[in-house]
């Protein structure tokens, strides 16, 4: 399973997404996670970026919801406390057992 981690430079929730991935690829040795820094409007474009970070398995954006907009910006995730500026561990162990 193929894990991306998107973000641009400074995204303050890199780091949480990252340690969050990090610590389940330990425990899934089939999980490959690399990091992906998007640093231009026009590459974001390209890649359909939708807010740092972003976490794209197997090539697709899991938590992309219709609308959301592409571009250099804080992405925000719904999660059972409210929003925040990654997915937790949960909710990423339920994407990836359903992708």
């Known amino acids: 399973m193929d894990i991306i981690l998107q973000y641009f430079d400074g995204c303050p ?8 991935l990090t610590a389940l690829a330990e425990v899934n040795p089939g999980m490959v996670v690399t990091r992906h820094i998007v640093d231009t409007v026009e590459e974001a474009e390209r890649v359909g970026f939708r807010g740092s970070p972003s976490i794209l398995i197997n ?17 925000r995730y719904l999660t059972p406390d409210g929003y925040a500026g990654a997915p937790t561990v949960e909710q990423l162990k339920t994407v990836l057992l359903t992708t």
């Open 59 to 75: 090539g697709i954006d899991p938590f992309a919801q219709q609308g959301d907009p592409i571009g250099l910006s804080c992405r």
């Open 13 to 20: 929730n890199r780091k949480v997404a990252d340690e969050r």
